[in-house]
């Protein structure tokens, strides 16, 4: 029987043979053990606690047992159907964003060379597959930075609870959830930059444009299988509550603020459903208003990546000088925990970086114990990070890694605004808009709050 009780994957029990990939990263790499071997002989299985189901027991939707599981035993669970069909609905304007790890990983899924970065081709692409627009997480990405680095520093100055821990890997967030609830006020209450996309997106952009946001379906392309669980998250609705009052809407009328997270490797599938020949489309530009973005916004893509945009912005915020050389390189790289002190001019802050959920559960641990030197730390749930998604193509491996992150860096250096808060379209998206960093209407929309699971 298909175990079918996950947002994010789906286990089909008839495919597996039992090889143990799965169970191994699952418990080595990332230490949550929500597989393992079941049963003696003939009866040796695969399978979770009590048999329950993976929707039903601590998994932190990761996606890295798809990624390794070699029978397509454990795969993501797929929303390319109801993708085609709200774009086929003519009275539906359909929105794509795209995370900053796709342009690095598309191009592989589609012949091409790892670590191909191939945005203005998957721009084109998407166009050709009927999306009526397409933006750029990156820039929810800056938008994200903007909104952290002034939380961070909020804290610093009235005493708030640090360390401050990212908040933009839902399967971390699942992992602390689950695991050290206790600890759930160090999270950064910001949102991930697919959910304040689709926020915005029905409010400023709908607003904007004069579209009914009921009209309005957000798709997300993502490295990422824990992405479809964090869209369907019951609190992921600023929007529907934004408008409830305004338009009069009914509960039954409710949307999410994103409505299906789509993997790298589902896109490929889209493309090649539809016959796009990918290496021979042209390269083209995302829309506007929400597809300007920074360098900052591209790393996010990278192990580090996060923390390095914030420092960018926070030290301009922080000591009012300009920040000549943006390049964090002590946050950069593939060690499982990476630690650094950031000056902002004479006052020297401690920061900490870690991928996979293994080496998160050490921070912890100190943070837990009293022991941590922190102010602000970076964690994402994939090796590698983003870049590494549990949606992206396979093989995922160490040698796939490194070309997407060396692409990545490449992209940050070539962007002529390397800093969150330079970007023009989020100075508009303020005036316009959400009036000021961490104000009443972020609050409402970009702001969320995490809570202990039971099962």
Same mark, same amino acid.
């Given at each position: 029987? =298909?175990?079918? +009780?996950? /947002? ?7 495919? !597996?043979?039992? @090889? %143990?990939? #799965?169970?191994? &990263? ?18 040796? =299985?695969?399978? +979770?606690? /009590? ?7 601590? !998994?932190?939707? @990761? %996606?890295? #047992?798809?990624? &390794? ?387």
């Amino acid at each position: 029987v =298909k175990d079918e +009780t996950s /947002l994010s994957l789906v286990r089909d029990p008839e495919k !597996c043979i039992l @090889c %143990g990939r #799965c169970v191994a &990263v699952c418990s080595q790499m990332q230490g949550v053990k929500a597989i393992d071997f079941s049963g003696r002989g003939l009866k040796s =299985k695969i399978s +979770t606690f /009590l048999d329950s189901g993976l929707g039903l027991v601590a !998994c932190s939707n @990761c %996606g890295q #047992c798809a990624l &390794v599981c070699p029978t397509g035993a454990i795969t993501e669970r797929s929303s390319v159907s109801e993708v085609w069909a709200a774009l086929q609905d003519p009275g539906k304007i359909v929105l794509v964003q795209t995370a900053p790890a796709v342009r690095v990983g598309i191009g592989e899924a589609m012949g091409m060379p790892y670590g191909s970065l191939v945005t203005g081709q998957m721009v084109a692409g998407l166009r050709r597959l009927g999306f009526s627009k397409v933006f750029d997480t990156n820039f929810a990405a800056d938008l994200t930075i903007i909104e952290e680095g002034n939380e961070l520093l909020h804290r610093i100055r009235t005493g708030g609870e640090l360390p401050m821990i990212t908040s933009c890997s839902p399967g971390w967030i699942k992992f602390i959830e689950d695991f050290y609830p206790g600890l759930l006020r160090h999270l950064s209450t910001c949102k991930s930059p697919q959910q304040m996309f689709g926020a915005v997106a029905k409010t400023y952009y709908a607003e904007k444009t004069g579209v009914d946001p009921r009209s309005i379906v957000v798709v997300s392309i993502m490295p990422c299988t824990a992405k479809k669980y964090e869209a369907k998250r019951p609190e992921m609705d600023g929007a529907f509550h934004y408008w409830k009052e305004k338009l009069k809407l009914k509960d039954e009328e409710h949307f999410f603020d994103v409505d299906f997270s789509l993997t790298t490797r589902e896109l490929a599938r889209m493309f090649s459903e539809s016959g796009v020949n990918f290496s021979s489309l042209p390269e083209e530009r995302f829309d506007s208003p929400l597809g300007e973005s920074t360098g900052a916004a591209v790393i996010f893509g990278a192990t580090g990546g996060v923390m390095e945009a914030a420092l960018r912005t926070a030290y301009e915020v922080y000591t009012g000088k300009t920040l000549h050389d943006v390049n964090f390189t002590s946050v950069r790289g593939f060690q499982g925990i990476k630690e650094a002190d950031v000056n902002l001019n004479g006052t020297v802050i401690k920061v900490a970086v870690a991928h996979t959920l293994k080496n998160a559960g050490i921070l912890l641990e100190q943070i837990k114990n009293g022991t941590s030197p922190y102010v602000f730390i970076e964690v994402m749930t994939c090796p590698g990070g983003c870049l590494g998604g549990g949606g992206q193509p396979i093989p995922t491996n160490a040698e796939t890694r490194e070309k997407r992150a060396e692409s990545i860096y490449y992209d940050d250096d070539h962007k002529a605004i390397r800093k969150s808060h330079e970007n023009p379209e989020i100075t508009a998206i303020y005036a316009d808009f959400l009036e000021k960093p961490l104000g009443e209407k972020s609050h409402h929309l970009l702001h969320t709050h995490y809570m202990k699971r039971e099962y």
